[in-house]
T-cell receptor, first 111, second 114 residues
Framework: QKEVEQNSGPLSVPEGAIASLNCTYS??????FFWYRQYSGKSPELIMSIYSNGDKEDGRFTAQLNKASQYVSLLIRDSQPSDSATYLCAVTGAGSYQLTFGKGTKLSVIP | KAGVTQTPRYLIKTRGQQVTLSCSPISGHRSVSWYQQTPGQGLQFLFE???????NKGNFPGRFSGRQFSNSRSEMNVSTLELGDSALYLC?????????????FGSGTQLSVL
């Protein structure tokens, strides 16, 4: 059974701070890694994807992947109240057509 | 381009009934996936369709079924509803369903079973 684990939170950070979200996965064969953002009452929206070890930056967001440790993280710099949402980590395996999601970390950015 | 469209937005059913949910993918997308989201279990994969064929199925009982039509639109059906089937059902589409593709989610159907 493939598992993706996230700290459920809530994670509270002050406005302007760095928010750090973490995720571990059980399947060593996992190949693609995604971070989705879900606002309350809305559907998930992809914000980052990463496929190889290292860092990937997109604006205020940085995704980090360490396959040896089976660990994925998302950093949000200069956090804004509009970043308050649940962040879902998702993973796919080789030849897989399904995403396995973590249960999400709820982030609250305090003005 | 229109996004993924799911209908209906809300449904209320009673135990033992059956329900059919509909999903229209983004134009040109041939892969449609279905997910169930509950507060306790999070998002769980139900099944994925491509070119009218089910390619992958999650760990759900046979009461959950689906199909895809030649225009890529998809339906999922839940028979003999149970209280535990109350959830948000999300449909997502992508071009070919490859594991590195971006999934686009619809707004979901909120199903309440009484």
């Amino acid at each position: 059974q493939k598992e993706v684990e996230q700290n459920s939170g809530p994670l509270s950070v002050p406005e302007g701070a760095i928010a750090s979200l973490n995720c571990t996965y059980s399947d060593r064969g996992s190949q693609s890694f995604f971070w989705y953002r879900q606002y309350s009452g809305k559907s998930p929206e992809l914000i980052m994807s990463i496929y190889s070890n290292g860092d990937k930056e997109d604006g205020r967001f940085t995704a980090q992947l360490n396959k040896a440790s089976q660990y994925v993280s998302l950093l949000i710099r200069d956090s804004q109240p509009s970043d308050s949402a649940t962040y879902l980590c998702a993973v796919t395996g080789a030849g897989s057509y399904q995403l396995t999601f973590g249960k999400g970390t709820k982030l609250s950015v305090i003005p | 381009k229109a996004g993924v469209t799911q209908t209906p937005r809300y449904l209320i059913k009673t135990r033992g009934q059956q329900v059919t949910l509909s999903c229209s993918p983004i134009s040109g997308h041939r892969s449609v996936s279905w997910y169930q989201q509950t507060p306790g279990q999070g998002l769980q994969f139900l099944f994925e369709y491509f070119s009218e064929t089910q390619r992958n199925k999650g760990n759900f009982p046979g009461r959950f079924s689906g199909r895809q039509f030649s225009n890529s639109r998809s339906e999922m059906n839940v028979s003999t509803l149970e209280l535990g089937d109350s959830a948000l059902y999300l449909c997502a589409s992508s071009l070919e369903g490859h594991n590195n593709e971006k999934l686009f989610f619809g707004s979901g159907t909120q199903l309440s079973v009484l």
